[in-house]
C-alpha cells in the first residue's frame, strides 16, 4: 500500500538548519510531482516548496533562498533543505504526491514532522 513516511524534523534555534526527508513507497514515484506543506497551530496549511516530475522546482515567497527542495527517484525520496530558519517556520511539515497538471490534487500524504523554531 502507499505510503509517504516523513523524517528530520526537531527543535532548532533561529538560524539554524534541518533537513527532512519523506520516504515514498507503494507507487511509481518518479511519475508524480511533489511537495511539501507546513501548518501552524491555528492556522490553515500552506504549501512550502514543489518539485516536478523533471526536477522543476517552486517555492512559497516566505521561504525563497532559504529552503531547497530535491528528491532522489532511485531512492523514492523527497528532501526539504532548510536554512535560515526563523520562528515563524516552525509547524507540522507535511509531504504529499499531487497532481501535476491539475492544481490542488493530492493523491498522497505523510503523517508529518514537526519543526519548532526558537
Known amino acids: 500500500h502507499v505510503q509517504l513516511v516523513e523524517s528530520g524534523g526537531g527543535s532548532v534555534q533561529a538560524g539554524g538548519s534541518l533537513r527532512l526527508s519523506c520516504a515514498a513507497s507503494?507507487?511509481?514515484?518518479?511519475?508524480?510531482?511533489m511537495g511539501w506543506f507546513r501548518q501552524a497551530p491555528g492556522k490553515e496549511r500552506e504549501g512550502v516548496a514543489a518539485i516536478d516530475s523533471d526536477g522543476s522546482t517552486s517555492y512559497a515567497d516566505s521561504v525563497k533562498g532559504r529552503f531547497a527542495i530535491s528528491r532522489d527517484n532511485a531512492k523514492s525520496t523527497l528532501y526539504l533543505q532548510m536554512d535560515n530558519l526563523k520562528p515563524e517556520d516552525s509547524g507540522v511539515y507535511y509531504c504529499t504526491t499531487m497532481s501535476c497538471t491539475v492544481a490542488g490534487e493530492y493523491y498522497f500524504w505523510g503523517q508529518g514532522t514537526q519543526v519548532t523554531v526558537s
Open positions: 507503494g507507487y511509481t514515484y518518479s511519475s508524480y510531482c
